[in-house]
Nanobody, 116 residues
């Protein structure tokens, strides 16, 4: 079984930065994709970014491209989401997602609130 633990959320002013972390434990794998999704109140869940097992392939949603960067440290079983130039519309609960050998796991989420 895999567990995911997100951290790094908080309250920040528009234009500020935050870095989210997602640490995986249990039956992890270095060759599985890990991703970030977000969900704002009253809105559908939205894909943010994903990264391949070795970290060589990354995908970022158009809505955050140029502002958010996803990275991965397999020595720590952790992925990161560096969020710069945050906007009020980035306010949401951010969830980590992992697919390790077909075992799909979601984290509990971390709240990001951007004030204008």
């Amino acid at each position: 079984q895999v567990q995911l633990h997100e951290s790094g959320g908080g309250l920040v002013q528009a234009g500020g930065s935050l870095r989210l972390s997602c640490a995986a434990s249990g039956r992890t794998s270095t060759d599985g994709y890990m991703s970030w999704f977000r969900q704002a109140p009253g809105k559908e869940q939205e894909f943010v970014a994903s990264i391949s097992g070795a970290g060589g392939l990354t995908y970022v949603a158009d809505s955050v491209k140029g502002r958010f960067t996803i990275s991965r440290d397999n020595t720590k079983n952790t992925i990161y989401l560096q969020m710069n130039n945050l906007k009020p519309e980035d306010t949401a609960a951010y969830y980590c997602y992992a697919d390790f050998r077909g075992e799909k796991t979601w984290g509990q989420g971390t709240q990001v609130t951007v004030s204008s």
